[in-house]
DNA sequence: CCCACGACCTGTGGGC
DNA sequence: TGCCCACAGGTCGTGG
């Protein structure tokens, strides 16, 4: 589920829950996702008072009041849950289309206030560690990270640096975070479709004004997305009609073999793979 | 260093 | 209906 704005939303209607709260239970019930848990998970989070939600790339972290943050990345299938504490009341909270598979409740914290947040992955894909906070910067996770695509520092002359050289096609790199840190495979398809650039081209190759355009874009297809609640593809569903609703605005992704959207455009949308992933592309009017 | 590919793990949807 | 294959939002390690 999880790039940028996916990953955003659920640090949204995570954040009243947890921030504040303090962990008077943390339980791991397998010891391991992707990457084994860190020693001594649950006393090292009992107890605790979480001092705050943040998000650094597709990163949730929340700083604990020990000098330690929890870190957790989602991976493709990683999602919370909030139950109790009128957990439904909250703005920003939502609930899942069916009842998430009990099996895959690998980790539950259980806050001062009540409220359970279960964190479920079913491939295991995602992973999460305690690090301590003042080391954050310097951790093999973060270290390499490029700038925020919705920060400062990210912009067409960032992009015309990073790209200067290199062969390899604009889709491989906008999908390396040491690029850019957030992107996935649904914001790059879509981000290339709004600038007109087609995946393969090389991405040393572009100009000033597709450079300026990428920028752009990206920064506009994820403003969108995190306006709309992110994007909920497969068993989600919104709650209160509040959340996850981007992917009704996808103008490429997942659109192969149906006409192109942009006005006047007479291409139909193809699905190609790269470094085996799919990409979908107007061959049109995507140059 | 740069790049492509397979691996990791499970579920689901489409085609036959 | 049932089976099998292809594919899925991400990253990491390997090898050319």
Known sequence: MPELPE????RRGLAPVLAGARLVRAEARRPDLRFPLPPDFRQRLTGARIEGLERRAKYL????DRGETLVVHLGMTGRFEVAGANAARRPGSFALAQAPDPRHAHVVFETDAGATVTFYDPRRFGYMDL???DALGDHPWFQPLG??????DFDAAH???AFAGRRAPVKALLLDQRVVAGL???????ALFRARIHPERAAGGLGARKLSALAESIGAVLREAIEAGGSTLRDYATAEGTLGYFQHSFRVYGRDGEPCVRPGCAGVVARLVQSGRSTFVCGQCQT
Do not use: F, H, M, Q
Not at 184 to 190: L, M, Q, R, S
């Open 7 to 10: 990953v955003e939303t659920i």
């Open 61 to 64: 972290l929340a700083p604990l």
């Open 131 to 133: 690090i301590a906070s």
């Open 147 to 152: 700038p925020e695509p919705l920060g400062a």
């Open 159 to 161: 992009l015309k640096a």
């Open 184 to 190: 996935g495979n649904i914001y790059v398809c879509e």
